[in-house]
């Protein structure tokens, strides 16, 4: 099956399947296109055909939610992250019980095998004590939910379009998430390293072939050391990203993902210096939704 792309300039052509994905010049201006994203937004919904969009978190709600308009402030959808407060509410029981647990069982331990020898009470004890906190970690994941995120339609929730599902429950070093289109096809995956995100927060997205998509990072690596230090400082120091294009051209600027100096969290996706739409919308939703939620703003 064949696979038209459209250019900018007005032509249309076919390509073979094996293209998709690809960048490919038009042969009437030259222009370079990506097939496979121009496909793609040809499959995407209307809410996501636009280069800006504004966004604010509801306060005072118990799940973290988001009113996403266009440019002229209609809105266009709502998002939506449970915090599923009652398996929270249950894993923080239970990490006060297993943690009681746990010194009781060191100290009897300890005192038992004190009748014994010193050295083997010492022993006893801290065998006692990893063997605790690694059950006690492993029932605390077990718990705790996955917070996935989740783009409707408007806050009926009767239509969703799009979903950031949290891949894992735990993690150390690298946290992944994936995005998932209405039919469920998926777009691409979000990684997050800690050790990076130390010195300057970063996020990437690889699309289904492996391939690097795009790069978030924070716009200052002085202004991110910074914010370390200092914290926020009142607003000043709010943490604003930008978003690099990931086909081999680090250094291209994308789009930008700005928080506006107001009383509430107020957030501003600018996707104009991609005229060409190389970046699927969908994802660059998804990606500034979890420059958001995903690093506790």
Not at 265 to 291: E, F, K, N, S, W
Request: one cysteine or more; aromatic letters at 8%; a positive charge.
């Amino acid at each position: 099956m064949s696979l038209v792309v459209s250019c900018t300039c007005g032509e249309s052509y076919k390509l073979k399947q094996e293209f998709a994905g690809r960048l490919v010049k038009c042969p009437s201006c030259g222009a370079e296109i990506r097939a496979a994203a121009i496909e793609r937004r040809a499959q995407a919904d209307p809410a996501f055909d636009r280069d800006q969009f504004l966004l604010r978190q509801q306060h005072l709600a118990i799940n973290q939610k988001y009113h996403v308009w266009d440019e002229e402030g209609n809105a266009i959808m709502f998002v939506e992250r449970p915090t599923h407060l009652l398996r929270t509410i249950l894993v923080a029981l239970a990490a006060v019980f297993g943690g009681v647990i746990l010194v009781l069982s060191v100290v009897l331990a300890g005192v038992a095998l004190a009748k014994v020898s010193p050295a083997l009470a010492v022993a006893g004890a801290t065998l006692a004590a990893a063997v605790g906190l690694c059950g006690l970690l492993a029932v605390i994941v077990w718990l705790s939910p996955k917070r996935h995120v989740t783009f409707y339609r408007d806050e009926s929730k009767t239509e969703r379009l799009l979903d950031v599902l949290q891949d894992h429950k735990f993690w150390l070093i690298k946290a992944t998430y994936t995005i998932r289109d209405a039919a469920g096809e998926r777009l691409g995956v979000l990684h997050k390293n800690y050790l990076y995100n130390f010195f300057r927060k970063r996020w990437d997205c690889i699309g289904p072939d492996g391939a690097m998509i795009c790069v978030a990072r924070e716009d200052s690596l002085l202004l991110s050391l910074l914010r370390r230090w200092i914290g926020p400082l009142l607003g000043v120091l709010r943490a604003n990203f930008l978003i690099f294009d990931g086909d081999g051209d680090s250094d291209r600027v994308i789009g930008e993902f700005n928080r506006k100096f107001t009383i509430l969290d107020r957030y501003a996706l600018d996707l104009r210096a991609d005229p060409q739409r190389t970046l699927d919308r969908r994802i660059a939703l998804a990606l500034g939704v979890m420059l958001d939620t995903g690093e506790r703003r």
